[in-house]
């Protein structure tokens, strides 16, 4: 039996020895590949790592930055804030000195009545002396005998008013005012930071995601993420739309969700949409503002949802009929409340005669009942000969001309002008249907088991209403 035995190659056939040759040849090719491979897959992800690394170092500069901003504005608010706090003390200072100055003037007018009082007293008193002394000097016994008790009255009386507290001072020298600045001295030594903004920042601004916002109808969705270094916890979100005319932003999305879908949305209208995150330090800036722009036209279907349980679905939900012999309602998914809106309805059957009604309806219109017999819903019901208007069950405008299996009912609702017209096969049907129409409409069909209709949406404007659209 042939033996291979690696580094005695003179003792193998010259056949063997060249297959063993190629066999190591082989191996370090394969052992070159694999090492390559794994080279080359270290090489990648030292290559995101640098590419990781750069996108630090330009976060980095831009903290740089951000802390030499931070700092210039720190400093002002803390110079402003023991600005006012200087500011606050020197009123102070103004209000008690004012205090002293009223105390020092009060002090002052007593003493300086006292002075007064005491000068006329003393002055009084010293007459009387002298008056005294000139009498005992007249030798005149019996005249001073006449006044002598008089007089001997007079100095004691005066003597005894010089002694109730008439040399007493009124008023004493010192200030019985002290400040007690102890606990603002104390509370301007406890005055510190209570905490550093560095250790809980706020959020970074959210990044719209555009590759993921859009519009469908009169809906928005939206999506937005945090900067991919940011490490700041984020505990919501806060979404902001305007009306869609340029008005004030409102708050539409409040949460921890990075996505949005927003319906109810005007058609045909520009919105801005803008986002920003939160957390307990505060809020975040805005994130940039994206525009959007909603359909022109509404393309909707029936809603099962709304129906009454009578009501056949088919047809994605384009195609009605009924099960009963009594009117039932369905409404469109869809609701409006601004702009010019058309929408038709193809009749695919029609059998003895019904009387079918379409028009538009609030949410919450009657279900079982012809459409228009409340005050919910503006409608047109119409058999093959004739049509009529109804509104909270007053039957207007009769007019000539009705439906069969493959006719066209148009229904016009121009929330501009706030009226709603009808036309059967592309031409208007009567007059204006109903005017000063406000607030939210659905579109609206009752029929019964004798009519199925297919809805058309997405339609432009009927000629005959485009025209008169057109007039000044």
Request: charged share 20%; glycine share 6%; net charge negative.
């Amino acid at each position: 039996m042939e033996q291979l035995f690696v580094g005695a190659p003179s003792l193998l056939p010259h056949g063997s020895h060249s297959a063993a040759g190629l066999g190591v040849s082989g191996v370090k090719e394969l052992s070159w590949t694999a090492h390559t491979d794994q080279l080359s897959q270290a090489l990648n992800g030292l290559s995101d790592r640098a590419k990781e690394a750069k996108e630090f170092l330009v976060q980095l500069r831009n903290m740089v930055q951000q802390i030499q901003e931070n700092s210039v504005e720190f400093e002002a608010c803390l110079v402003a804030q023991c600005d006012a706090l200087i500011d606050a003390l020197n009123r102070r200072k103004a209000q008690l000195l004012s205090r002293v100055n009223k105390e020092h003037e009060h002090k002052l007018k007593v003493v300086r009545d006292q002075i007064s009082h005491c000068t006329v007293k003393l002055r009084q008193t010293t007459g009387l002396m002298e008056y005294c002394l000139e009498v005992i000097k007249e030798n005149d016994p019996s005249g001073f005998l006449q006044i002598s008790d008089a007089l001997i009255r007079r100095v004691h009386l005066t003597e005894e008013q010089w002694g109730k507290g008439t040399l007493t001072p009124r008023m004493t020298t010192d200030f019985d005012l002290n400040l007690d600045n102890a606990p603002l001295l104390q509370s301007i030594h406890q005055l510190d930071f209570v905490q550093m903004k560095v250790s809980s920042p706020v959020p970074a601004p959210p990044i719209l995601q555009l590759e993921e916002c859009c519009t469908h109808n009169n809906s928005a969705t939206l999506s937005w993420k945090q900067p991919p270094l940011s490490t700041v916890q984020v505990e919501g979100y806060i979404l902001e739309l305007d009306d869609g005319n340029g008005g004030q932003f409102r708050e539409v999305y409040v949460g921890k969700e990075t996505m949005c879908t927003v319906d109810g949305l005007h058609f045909n209208s520009t919105y801005s949409a803008r986002v920003k995150a939160f957390n307990k330090s505060g809020v975040s800036p805005y994130s940039k503002t994206l525009v959007l722009q909603t359909s022109e036209v509404a393309w909707f279907s029936f809603d099962p949802a709304s129906a009454h349980a009578d009501i056949i679905f088919s047809n994605d939900n384009l195609t009605v009929t009924c099960n009963s012999y009594d009117d039932r309602v369905v409404l469109g998914k869809t609701g409006f409340s601004k702009g010019l809106h058309y929408w038709e309805l193809s009749i695919d059957r029609y059998d003895n005669h019904p009387d079918p009604a379409f028009g538009v309806a609030r949410i919450d219109v009657l279900k079982d009942a012809m459409l228009g017999k409340d005050d919910k819903a503006w409608a047109m019901y119409v058999d093959n000969n004739r049509s009529w208007f109804m509104h909270n069950n007053s039957h207007t405008n009769r007019t000539e001309g009705g439906i069969t299996k493959g006719a066209t009912v148009g229904v016009l609702l121009d929330l501009t002008r706030r009226t709603l017209t009808f036309s059967i096969n592309e031409d208007q049907q009567g007059p204006v249907a109903f005017e000063n129409l406000e607030g939210l409409f659905f579109p609206a069909v009752s029929l019964n088991r004798n009519v199925q209709v297919t809805l058309h949406t997405g339609l432009p404007v009927p000629e005959f209403y485009a025209s008169r659209s057109a007039m000044p």
